[in-house]
């Protein structure tokens, strides 16, 4: 198990008894409103938790002081294994809004890719209307690379058309983390 350390949060691979915690935030609408995914119920979050906790590329992150899981980090290598390029996302319970704990979760998993991963390149995706998600990424010191248009579809309307949405794509390289962190 890889644990993950910042002042107050600590990140680390999924364990099957975090479905509770899960089930708290990803039963919400409103959370997943930008989210290829659904409301899940309380069986759906035990899969969820079960099959994360076999992987490396969902994070969870718990408050260090309590050990309550308060949100997951997406961290995946995308595109040919040779271009050292990851991906980021994340989706935190709304209690914990507004704390820094976003924040503080990616900027550790960010050291994580460029310094133990030796990662070149990192991005985020989000839609355009998600102004938390583009305002943290920017906190991230990552760089707007571009706008995307009807890149993609999450949801269908009643007669079955696909709803498109833009997005903006954010990324940082290898060179900019470390004179960023000098």
């Known amino acids: 198990m890889i644990i993950m350390e910042t002042e107050r949060l600590i990140i680390r691979n999924f364990r099957v008894d975090d479905w509770e915690d899960l089930y708290e935030y990803l039963s919400q609408k409103d959370v997943l409103k930008y989210e290829p995914e659904n409301e899940s119920d309380e ?16 994070w969870a992150v718990c408050l260090k002081d309590s050990n309550k899981m308060i949100g997951h980090i997406y961290f995946n290598q995308t595109g040919p294994v040779d271009f050292l390029t990851w991906e980021i996302g994340y989706i935190f319970n709304p209690k914990y809004y507004g704390k820094g704990y976003a924040t503080e979760a990616s900027q550790r998993i960010l050291q994580f890719g460029f310094e133990e991963l030796n990662a070149h390149r990192i991005i985020g995706m989000c839609n355009p209307e998600n102004t938390a998600s583009w305002k943290l990424l920017e906190r991230l010191s990552m760089r707007l690379e571009g706008h995307h248009k009807k890149k993609a579809f999450f949801r269908r309307r009643e007669d079955g058309e696909p709803i498109w949405h833009d997005a903006y794509q954010y990324a940082m390289l290898a060179e900019e983390w470390i004179s960023r962190n000098l």
């Open 43 to 58: 069986e759906e979050c035990k899969k969820k938790a079960i099959e994360r906790s076999q992987s490396n590329i969902f």
